[in-house]
């Protein structure tokens, strides 16, 4: 064979060599994310009572993975602040995330009340003229007052949520003087108005958090959040309460029941 052949047969055999090599790691960082999101489920509904995750020769086992993809998931789970590595001790658990529900319409404290007491420092409060996007959703006029407050809602002293909230002022001004710090603005909705809150529509998605947010809700600058976009209607179906959300990402989980229909 000439010279110039064997070279070209030993680089054609170099190139396959690399590709199998890269479609290695490939198929163990699936294998891994796959692994990752169902520890996760795990860790998030207390499948480890004790706080520690089992051994990784078990987990590989009980998974039936090879101990690279099991050290590779449980990376990806520590990168998310969920677990930590401890020496003399193993992998265990140093995060919680509290379940919110999407299929109910209810307060933060509400939802929570079982992890524990919801507290509201109210940042900024006052009228403001609609901004379009607003008068719209609310059905105002452009410009007209409404009530803003910026609420930053922790749990156990642990900050949860920003929350930017905009209300009708006829309605909004009688929260002026009510317990914002310790009470749901829904409750207070349903006690201002004599009316229960009927529906809302929702929007969620992630976005980065502005400097201000990050600093707020005391997360790494950049971080990811949850945005809850949220109009909530009277039972007669005026618009009331249009709020957008912020939620720290790594300590929220979002989940609901859905029926399928055609």
Do not use: C, W
């Amino acid at each position: 064979m000439p010279p110039t052949d064997r070279i070209r047969d030993h680089a054609g055999q170099g190139a396959t060599t690399v590709a199998a090599h890269r479609a290695r790691r490939r198929l163990r960082a699936d294998q891994a994310r796959q692994l990752a999101d169902l520890l996760r489920r795990q860790l998030l509904t207390d499948g480890f009572p004790d706080g520690t995750l089992p051994h990784e020769s078990t987990l590989a086992a009980d998974y039936r993975a090879s101990r690279n993809t099991v050290r590779q998931a449980l990376d990806l789970l520590r990168a998310e602040g969920l677990v930590a590595r401890l020496p003399g001790v193993g992998t265990v658990v140093v995060a919680q995330k509290y379940p919110h529900g999407l299929d109910r319409l209810m307060g933060l404290a509400e939802t929570l009340h079982e992890h524990g007491r919801v507290t509201n420092e109210v940042r900024t409060m006052g009228p403001v003229a609609a901004p379009a996007p607003v008068a719209d959703r609310l059905h105002v006029p452009p410009g007209t007052d409404v009530l803003y407050i910026e609420r930053l809602r922790r749990l156990g002293g642990i900050p949860l949520s920003l929350d930017l909230t905009y209300l009708p002022l006829d309605i909004g001004t009688a929260l002026l003087g009510a317990d914002l710090e310790n009470t749901d603005v829904f409750r207070l909705l349903e006690a201002v108005t004599g009316q229960r809150l009927g529906q809302a529509e929702i929007t969620l998605e992630a976005v980065t958090a502005d400097a201000h947010s990050a600093a707020v809700l005391e997360a790494p600058r950049g971080a990811a959040v949850l945005m809850l976009e949220r109009l909530t209607h009277l039972a007669d179906g005026r618009p009331v309460d249009l709020e957008f959300i912020r939620f720290r990402g790594d300590r929220i989980s979002m989940s609901g029941l859905l029926h399928r229909s055609l």
